[in-house]
């Protein structure tokens, strides 16, 4: 590993201030379980993906860290919880389980007792052209996806344009899905930002993933109360049954009425560079009966996916595990 | 950039001058000696590095020192009771829960931890709290019967 300057700070403002103070060659560090492995790692570089040279932990800021229950019904997050916090809380899991189990399927115990929220929607991609040496591809600067010609069995179906990466983040699925909010701080201020809008595709910018500049922090995340009527499930296929980044992962949150769905979300994970909202198979349900409409509507995604040479297979798990996941949610 | 780590493991305050981008499984066995804890890939997906903070198990690979300072580190080395062997580690060693080894540190202190916490897990409960610690042996039948048997005495 490449040495760096390690700052500790003690409030958002203080982290806010070193990352503006030290420019792009700063990162924030919470569990830093990508951070050490990936990033700081001498050969997952390019001119676009510069090592970092100065990591601020932000592990001991107080209103980073814990799980609070507003009188509204809704939930605040701080970014540096562990994930293990996440899948152990009671309250969480009452509400909106659909979380829970999502963090629960991140990698292993042994990880989410210090992966945090924060970094494990903010992680870096797992494409294993861009995480390897020799390939200096658009998201490291370079000019090239090498998962274009190489091998694609792992990458986007849906959204791929230029850098076919799939967003890594399991949390991020379905926090997407529960309709929550990224409350970020910058040197002007705070500002919030849906999940709706905060993660981005390569053709926005093919160096990042998501609307965090490198002066921001993620502070904490917050998530609304469910409509009455309201159900979650969450699936997650992999390659290895104990644990691996998804191939396909989905997310439901459905209200229905009689039956029927009235409104909610299909967000799939792993298959797209960010976090998938299907958003033409909700439209496809709307209003009718969800199992006698489920299994044609799922197969709709059929309309949006563009597969690569090597990954059609992620459509017909991708079709089958909503299917699957919106009836587990009834 | 060096500089003085302060830490607390197995019970021992230990200070230490090294480079602050040595990870922590670096520091134990090359600055301390505590070669107990294994080197695996390095990647964070077999366990068998892990060490207990604060009765949690974690990966030493993936956490800086720095990050650990003032917190109870538990390796290996720490386990018995002087000559004592821990509950888990007798049963290990009598019903042969180790092949080649390599992973029974990572094992070990995964499995304390649980005991600790749930001193009469279920199978499953052994399996999910295990799911982070791979045996290349594929030896798991005998790590859970172990552990079973261990929560027994």
Known sequence: MKSFELHDAGTVQEAVALLNKFGPSAKIVAGGSDLVTGVMKDWVHGKGMPIPEKLIDVTAIPEMIGITIAANGGATIGAATTLTSITESKDLDQKWAVLTQSAASVASPLIRNFGTLGGNINQRPRCWFLRGEHFDCYKKGGDFCFAVTGDNRYHAIIGGELCYIVHPSDVATSLLALNASANIAGPSGTRAVAFDSYFTGPREDVLRENVLKHDELMVNVTIPALAPNTKTAWSKLKDRQVYDFALVSVAVVVTQENGAWRDGRIVLGGVAPVPYRAKVIEQALVGKNIKDTIKAAASTLKTVARPMSLNAYKVDLAINLIERTVLNAL | ?153
């Open chain 2, 1 to 153: 950039m060096k500089q003085i780590l302060r830490l607390r493991i197995n019970n021992q305050n230990y200070e230490v001058y090294a480079p602050i981008h040595k990870t922590l499984l670096e520091i134990l066995r090359e600055d301390l000696n505590l070669t107990g804890t294994k080197h695996g890939c390095e990647l964070g997906e077999c366990g068998t590095c892990t060490v207990l903070i604060d009765g949690e198990p974690v990966l030493s690979c993936l956490i800086l020192p720095v990050a650990v300072q003032g917190r109870a580190i538990t390796t290996i080395e720490g386990m018995a009771d002087g000559i004592m062997p821990h509950p888990l580690q007798t049963a290990f060693a009598e019903l042969g829960a180790a092949q080649c080894g390599y992973c029974t540190p990572g094992m070990l202190l995964t499995s304390k931890a649980l005991l600790d916490q749930n001193p009469q897990p279920t199978r499953d409960e052994i399996k999910h709290a295990l799911a982070g610690n791979l045996c290349r042996c594929t030896g798991y039948t005998k790590i859970y019967e172990a552990v079973e048997q261990a929560s027994k005495t």
